[in-house]
């Protein structure tokens, strides 16, 4: 799972052409998020998400750090 997965889920990235109209949206009409499925709790899975991007972050600089280790 990529981090950008991890850290957008709940909204919705808008395109280059909807990031230039938000300089007109003074209402805020644009801004959508995206809907969970079921009834779980979106805190909760944001929360779990946060925690495995941090994960993510930690075994990769593992890895890197062990590429770069001399014996």
């Known amino acids: 799972m990529s981090d950008d997965f991890r850290s957008t889920f ?3 990235t808008p395109t280059w052409t909807e990031g ?6 003074f209402g805020n009409a644009m ?4 809907r969970t499925s079921g009834a779980e709790d979106p805190d909760i899975r944001a929360t779990t998400q946060d925690w495995l991007a941090v994960g993510d972050h930690i ?9 770069n280790a001399r014996p």
């Not at 801004?31 to 995206?34: C, G, I, L, P």
Request: no cysteine; glycine share 4%; aromatic share 14%.
């Open 10 to 12: 709940l909204f919705a």
């Open 20 to 25: 230039v109209g938000r300089l007109m949206d």
């Open 31 to 34: 801004t959508e998020y995206n």
């Open 59 to 67: 075994r990769r600089a593992l890895a890197k750090f062990a590429a």
